[in-house]
């Protein structure tokens, strides 16, 4: 208040009180309250405006580095690529066979065995491969090798699913099958291991769920799974699966910000990707789905949770 004692004269608070000595005093101390309110709604405001400000340099921002990211990423593509391009055949002389020199009058002419003929080389190698000889390993090929070599979640091909029914595996009472819709022409399969139990088959079906559509289809017990549903679980006894954010529909594909690569059309069981990923897909202390701090994200949508479990592993 001693900032707002400054706004009035003196001699307007001794008329004040002249006028009116029982309430004049209640005046004053009303019209200070009503001018200390004005100047911090004023600063209020103000202080709206700027943080509006900020968000929209910051938004702005963040378009700019996703922009430069593309670019460098599309320059270390091309970069790579550069040193495994073909290059053009030497070229070939003419004259099928090489110039002899004629040797000087007199001198001996050397004897120039004769050529091994092809079988005799091929009775070589046979000879070779019964004494245990090791063959040569196939050239692998340069770009092939540069594609393997990225491994992060990009990789993976997650999509929301819709699960439309669930039933208790004929074999096993620890699993249950699935019908999942993902926006394809049929339903997909899906074996996981959420229990043979009855409240829990009626509790799933009918939600929105987080594929990872492009393992290879394998049988379990006798029923071909052909995607794997995601949960977390900080134990062995609870476990709930991801939930996509609000709106989203079958289909919708989930990425990664900080990781903007294409899926593999299928990830090769021998390459074990999602084994060397899955240590570090993890739900956070606020409860997110995240790669390395990056978040699941359905892109216009929103970021995939946990219903309520934190700081706790994706599996």
């Known amino acids: 208040m001693d900032d707002v004692d400054t706004l009035f004269n003196p001699s307007l608070a001794a008329a004040l009180k002249k006028l009116d000595p029982e309430d004049g005093e209640q005046i004053l101390e009303y019209f200070k309250t009503h001018a200390l309110m004005s100047r911090e709604k004023a600063l209020l405001q103000s202080s709206v405006r700027e943080q509006k400000k900020l968000l929209v340099e910051n938004a702005k921002l963040k378009k700019d580095i996703e922009q430069l990211r593309v670019q460098l990423q599309d320059k270390q593509k091309r970069r790579s690529a550069k040193p495994f391009h073909s290059q053009a055949p030497p070229p070939q002389s003419f004259s099928s066979t090489p110039a002899t020199p004629i040797p000087p009058a007199g ?30 390993p196939p050239i692998s090929d340069p770009l092939a090798l540069g594609a393997e070599s990225r491994i992060d979640a990009s990789r993976l091909d997650l999509r929301v699913g819709k699960i439309l029914g669930s039933r ?55 029923v071909v799974s052909q995607a794997r549903l995601l949960s977390c679980s900080a134990s062995d006894d609870h476990a709930e699966l991801l939930l996509p954010p609000a709106g989203s529909a079958p289909g919708d594909r ?29 739900v956070d202390s606020r409860g997110v789905a995240n790669y390395k701090g990056s978040g699941f994200e359905v892109k216009g949508k929103g970021l995939c949770r946990a219903p309520s479990l934190m700081n706790c592993p994706i599996r």
């Open 107 to 136: 001198a001996a002419v050397p004897e120039t065995p004769p050529p091994a003929s092809p079988s005799h080389e091929g009775r070589e190698r046979q000879t070779r491969r019964k004494r245990g000889g090791r063959k040569a």
């Open 254 to 282: 989930i990425t990664f910000l900080n990781y903007p690569g294409e899926p593999d059309r299928e990830l090769q069981s021998k390459l074990k990707i999602w084994e060397l990923l899955q240590p570090d897909l993890q």
């Open 168 to 222: 208790r595996h004929p074999l096993s009472e620890a699993m249950s099958v699935q019908e999942v819709d993902v926006g394809e022409n049929s339903p997909r399969v899906v074996v996981s291991r959420l229990g043979g139990k009855s409240d829990v088959n009626q509790e799933v079906r009918g939600s929105l769920a987080v594929l990872l559509c492009n393992v290879k289809p394998s049988k379990i017990r006798g």
